[in-house]
């Protein structure tokens, strides 16, 4: 069945970095979403990517699509205190229904 | 605007016990879904309505897992008897439209401790 993987697990930075989490999936995917989850908190949605090379922008945060709609990434720039937490993609096969995979998130940590 | 609402936000109860759920999703949503959330494996679907009609639920874990959604707004899950390696931390969710391009919003979690 599809499998959506997500690395690293864990991530922690100095207040200032540049921060990366990938997302892969063993089939194409129709769209791919993106969540943050706060410590204690519930996943929250960020963003959706639906096209082959996609690139979306919310002020620090950059996300990609890639052009096999199979990988996807998420960049923070200069991270802050604000970014901590669980970052998560979930991916949609193509072809009728078919329901959101979630990868196992990558775990931010910033230091200050 | 009223987001997802969950009850109760925590539950500590013996093995054995039946333990109820409840959601109240975003009005005018009419996709559902319940989620697990567990260290070991992740955030994990367990059932999906459409139109208060259950479309998928290929994640229940086994028999003793039950969800209903009597209407549009309300659904329940159901555990019966209650496991220890049923604690974790039990999502609702919500969204408009079928389950293809719209983004889902999550409610706050029932954490649910079995001892």
């Known amino acids: 069945g599809q499998q959506v993987m997500q690395i690293p697990q864990y991530q922690h930075v100095q207040e200032g970095e540049d921060f990366t989490t990938y997302c892969n999936s063993s089939t194409t995917l129709s769209n791919i979403q993106w969540y943050k989850q706060r410590p204690g908190g519930h996943p929250v949605f960020l963003i959706q990517?639906?096209?082959?090379?996609e690139v979306k922008k919310q002020k620090r945060l950059t996300f990609q699509f890639g052009e096999a709609k199979k990988n996807s990434s998420l960049h923070i720039t200069a991270t802050q205190t604000t970014d901590v937490g669980t970052y998560f993609c979930?991916?949609?096969?193509?072809?009728?229904?078919?329901?959101?995979?979630f990868g196992a998130g990558t775990r931010l940590a910033v230091h200050p | 605007d009223a987001g997802v609402i969950q009850s109760p936000r925590h539950e500590v109860t013996e093995m054995g016990q039946e333990v109820t759920l409840r959601c109240k999703p975003i009005s005018g949503h009419n996709s559902l879904f319940w989620y697990r959330q567990t260290m070991m494996r992740g955030l994990e679907l367990l059932i999906y309505f459409n139109n208060n009609v259950p479309i998928d639920d290929s994640g229940m874990p086994e028999d003793r897992f039950s969800a209903k959604m009597p209407n549009a707004s309300f659904s329940t899950l159901k555990i019966q008897p209650s496991e220890p390696r049923d604690s974790a931390v039990y999502f609702c969710a919500s969204s408009l439209g079928g389950a293809t391009n719209q983004p889902q919003h999550f409610g706050d979690g029932t954490r649910l401790s079995i001892l």
């Open positions: 979930a991916g949609r096969g193509s072809g009728g229904y078919n329901k959101l995979i």
């Open positions: 990517l639906v096209k082959s090379g």
